[in-house]
């Protein structure tokens, strides 16, 4: 009987720690949102006078003039196009490669892969100086098909390498047991190898979809047509070189913030849920 | 037979490469040999100077090597406290413990944030006049105002704090790699471990820790990837390079390539910086393996 | 088969003459790439306003922010890709680089037309910037390659409210440093902040070590250090970078300056935290729309020494170059030779809050604007100098004055490591 209490109240105050421990971070990483939020909602002439966290105003108007100043229609849906299918196409085949460099064979393999992990690690300072001029010849310069090309190619090696990590993980004998089936290479790597990799896919799908989301400088250095530019390049203009429109930059980051966050909400359930179902099966 | 097995093989890893041989290495070897050249980065001419470039970064580039030093300083706390950190919340999330779906979503929240919202909301936390003032007002408050100071104009405290604002704004992805990975351990090797009478300790050195080796070895190489290319909270925090104490290697690479329009050297920087990288990680690389055996 | 390419070949053939036929017809369109957030609505007004007068489209594109801008013209400028009208950010190197490389059309000739009737209109100063002087040391043909739109002065201002509270005339600024530092004992005394500014970002401390050097040693003698006639640790030097240190221990430097961002400057003084600011005109509209009832004035730096005047920076505050590629050429001069007219200017000054680089333009702005104006007397600019200091020399200096202000170095020790930088760069320079 004292035993259980004892276990108990150990359970208890080990319980009450943690939650301590988890809630005061939570606070430090809650804090900025909540100041940007309330900031959004104000004037500019209070935003710096009055630096309480509760909102004494409450201008809406600012998230509609942040979009129809911002002209943020257009761009938001070219920022929805061009995250989603740099996304996609990073997803496919970044899979396919750390797939065949965690699994398959073939001479040159672990040379490739070092190629990969290298060019991770190399910034190029002029890079976007060179991808003009290359985009410029190959005739694909203005136009989101080079945009989307350029921005897969900056997400593919730290994928290949998230991946690849976690491939090497997993369990080989339910892809032996479809292999034993007559299921072809592509076959396992799409019924099997995909699904049983749903957690690191969905960090692969927010962190690209993170770094596309976020880039502008980029895109304003090859489009030369405002009807291309993704939505950050429009948040910019709030950000002025003199003046800073404080009320009006906060609501067109709280906007331009909101999708990352939806994109995370759906992909966390894969996150934790997905591999434990993987992992009974294995 | 063999042959076309390999070449079937290699379909897989094809979009990659061609992608990644037309939009990197076409590029990079452009900046390769612009490192050899002293060029403006306007003019249709640029002069071949050998490896003059380098020998300048090697020898006479002192502020160069101070920024390496600082960005060295910036990881080595990224890779112990934030990542310490972000196991220790994920070990904490991955657990059955109440509102777990809620701090999995808010310790995602400052990757989320942009640059300039951290900059500025932390200025705010820390600064003397202009903001809230935060840290100082609760060291008064806990009766050490001995220790109130001007935490980002003060040298011998300004890496420290940009370093200890940049793992706050980083730790979100260790901790959702840590999770992912951690959520792969199969439950029923945590419960045989109980049945056999081992204690939560026990198991989380036998079985957590290492499974968990390759997955560390992960997050330790993107943290430092991540950490030694960090600017643009520098640049939002203190303004630059705050006669050297917080300047960083792509802030010299940008100083040489804007500020004095030398864009060969800037490329030879980079090209300097890029192989202490791929040195770092190799070396990374290679004590995991030897951890793991 | 033969035929039929003959057929389609004609056909080709019409295409094109059609095409060609139809661009005869229509009237060219200007493009403009610029970077300047706070003036694009009121250059899209002007551009309607242009397009009802003359059927000229004029497209203003906004590229911010600036400093993707200015890749973007780089990266442009490789692929000649330039708009017909652009703007340089960057130092006057740069700008020659770009004639040199034939993108910039030479305007003197647009200019000189009319007995110089548009040269007339502009401020002397405001062209300079754009000006090579005979004999430069770019190695370019003399001559003007950029049309000013507004003006620029980096002044000091003060908060008269605050002026009051520590007991002074609110309408009688310091005027000489000796002043400037005791009111800084005050500042301290009474527990205040003093001066904010983006210090930060160095480029400001340049500036002002700049003015003080003017003052203490005289603009010949400044540039003869330039040159490499004179050494950095020449007395004279060393008097400006301990300037920095007096102010510091004087206390009219505000907390944390060295690390200051020039936008938490701008808050900071807009809402009273700070007795002084040193800060560029395109302040005025900062400050309005973040306290529209801030009372404060204008000034000088106050002089450290009588034998040269005071200089600040000012001149052109941005200038558009004219692609010398551009099939438009014609047109785009006439553009901006109606953009820097009495009218426009005016216009440009009122929405914007800009000193406009038109003299005539300067009679209806307001009062803190005014001053700010008459500050172009005593206005200088490094892009005027004809010979410019090396940028690894610029960034020691600067770099060496952030360490004086923290304490960590004394004027000696900058100078003398600011000298060494200079003989290096100068020993590399011959040996080219």
């Known amino acids: 009987m004292k035993a259980a209490i004892y276990y108990k109240t150990k359970k208890f105050a080990v319980n009450t720690i943690i939650h301590l421990f988890l809630i005061s971070v939570a606070i430090t990483c809650l804090y900025p949102l909540l100041w940007m939020i309330v900031s959004s909602l104000k004037t500019q002439d209070m935003i710096f006078k009055d630096i309480s966290l509760i909102p004494h105003q409450f201008r809406l108007e600012n998230y509609i003039r942040a979009w129809q100043e911002g002209g943020f229609g257009r761009n938001f849906l070219n920022s929805i196009l061009y995250t989603s299918s740099v996304v996609f196409g990073i997803v496919i085949i970044s899979s396919m490669a750390a797939y065949a460099f965690s699994r398959l064979r073939f001479p040159g393999s672990k040379w490739l892969f070092i190629m990969f992990m290298a060019a991770m690690m190399i910034p190029i300072p002029g890079s976007f100086v060179a991808l003009y001029v290359l985009l410029n010849k190959l005739h694909l310069r203005n136009t989101p098909i080079g945009y989307i090309l350029c921005m897969i190619n900056v997400g593919l090696s730290t994928s290949i390498f998230l991946l690849k990590t976690f491939f090497d993980k997993m369990p080989k004998e339910l892809e032996d047991a479809a292999r034993i089936d007559g299921c072809s290479k592509l076959g396992i790597w799409w019924h099997v190898a995909l699904p049983l990799a749903k957690p690191v896919l969905a960090v692969v799908i927010v962190f690209n979809a993170l770094t596309v989301w976020n880039e502008y400088i980029l895109a304003l250095i090859i489009f030369d047509n405002r009807q291309f530019m993704p939505l950050q390049v429009a948040l910019q203009t709030f950000q002025g070189e003199f003046v800073t429109n404080y009320p009006l930059l906060m609501a067109g980051l709280t906007i331009t913030a909101l999708p990352i966050i939806i994109v995370y909400l759906l992909m966390q359930k894969y996150i934790v849920k997905g591999v434990t179902q993987g992992a009974v099966v294995g | ?293 | 088969m033969l035929i039929r390419s003959v057929v389609l070949s004609v056909f080709a053939l019409f295409s094109v003459l059609g095409c060609s036929n139809q661009k005869i017809d229509s009237k060219p369109t200007i493009t403009v790439w610029h970077w300047m957030t706070d003036r694009d609505s009121a250059f899209q007004a002007l551009a309607k306003k242009y397009e009802s007068l003359t059927g000229i489209r004029v497209n203003f594109e906004l590229y911010a922010p600036s400093d993707a801008y200015s890749q973007k013209i780089r990266a442009a400028a490789q692929g000649t890709n330039l708009p017909d009208i652009f703007g340089i950010l960057g130092e006057k190197r740069d700008f020659a680089s770009f004639i040199k490389a034939g993108h910039i059309l030479d305007i003197t000739s647009y200019m000189e037309a009319d007995n110089s009737a548009w040269k007339n209109k502009l401020f002397p100063k405001a062209l300079a910037v754009n000006e090579f002087a005979p004999g430069n040391s770019y190695g370019i043909n003399p001559g003007i390659f950029g049309v000013p739109i507004d003006i620029m002065t980096i002044q000091m201002v003060y908060n008269k409210k605050l002026f009051g509270q520590l007991g002074l005339n609110p309408n009688r600024p310091p005027k000489t440093f000796q002043e400037f530092l005791d009111i800084g004992n005050k500042i301290k005394a009474a527990g205040m902040q003093g001066l904010v500014s983006g210090w930060g970002e160095v480029w400001m401390i340049d500036c002002l070590a700049n003015n003080y050097a003017f003052n203490i040693m005289g603009k010949d003698k400044v540039l003869a250090t330039i040159r490499g006639e004179v050494p950095y640790t020449d007395p004279d030097w060393i008097r400006v970078f301990s300037i920095f240190k007096q102010m510091q221990e004087s206390g009219v430097l505000a907390k944390g300056i060295v690390t200051m961002i020039n936008k938490s400057a701008e808050q900071l003084f807009a809402n009273e935290k700070a007795v002084f600011a040193f800060n560029g005109s395109w302040c005025v509209n900062v400050y309005k729309g973040m306290n529209p009832n801030l009372e404060y004035g204008a000034m000088l730096p106050p002089a450290a020494s009588d034998k040269y005047p005071i200089s600040i920076w000012g001149g052109a505050g941005s200038s558009f170059m004219v692609n010398a590629r551009s099939k438009n050429k014609g047109e785009a001069v006439k553009f901006l030779a109606w953009l820097t007219d009495q009218d426009q200017q005016a216009y440009l000054a009122k929405e914007t809050n800009n000193l406009p680089a038109n003299k005539n333009s300067l009679s209806k702005i307001p009062e803190i604007l005014a001053q700010f104006a008459r500050g172009m007397d005593y206005a200088t600019h490094p892009n005027i100098w004809g010979v410019s200091e090396f940028s690894l020399v610029i960034e020691a200096f600067d770099r060496g004055i952030q360490s004086i202000i923290i304490g960590e170095r004394t004027p000696e020790q900058v100078a003398g490591e600011v000298q060494s930088i200079k003989e290096r760069e100068l020993a590399k320079k011959r040996a080219r």
């Open chain 2, 1 to 293: 037979m063999k042959i076309k097995e390999a070449l079937e093989n290699y379909t897989f890893v094809l979009p990659a490469a061609a992608i990644f041989s037309v939009f990197y290495v076409i590029p990079f070897i452009w900046v390769f040999q612009l490192g050899l050249f002293e060029w403006d980065g306007i003019s249709f001419t640029r002069t071949f100077v050998g490896l003059q470039n380098f020998k300048e970064i090697f020898f006479q580039d002192k502020s160069w090597w101070q920024a390496m030093w600082n960005a060295s300083y910036i990881t080595l706390i990224a890779l112990t406290f934030q990542n310490i950190l972000a196991f220790m919340l994920a070990w904490a999330c991955d657990r059955e413990i109440k509102m777990k779906n809620f701090y999995r979503v808010i310790f995602f929240i400052p990757p989320v944030l942009s640059e300039v919202v951290v900059g500025m909301a932390w200025r705010f936390i820390i600064n003397d006049i202009d903001g809230a003032n935060i840290i100082n007002r609760t060291l008064t408050g806990m009766g050490m105002p001995n220790l109130v100071h001007n935490w980002l104009s003060d040298p011998n405290t300004a890496l420290t704090t940009v370093a200890l604002v940049h793992c706050w704004k980083g730790f979100g992805w260790g901790f959702l790699i840590f999770l992912a990975g951690l959520q792969t351990i199969p439950r029923e090797l945590y419960e045989a471990a109980r049945v056999d009478g081992a204690s939560a300790w026990q198991s989380f050195r036998k079985i957590t820790l290492p499974l968990m080796v390759p997955v560390m070895v992960l997050v330790a190489i993107l943290t430092v990837l991540g950490t030694m290319q960090v600017f643009v909270l520098i640049v939002s925090l203190v303004g630059g390079e705050f006669a050297g104490h917080t300047s960083v290697p792509v802030l010299r690479i940008l100083a040489s390539m804007r500020g004095s329009s030398r864009f060969g050297y800037a490329c030879a920087q980079g090209i300097t910086f890029g192989m202490v990288l791929i040195a770092i990680s190799f070396i990374q690389y290679r004590f995991s393996k030897k951890a793991r055996q």
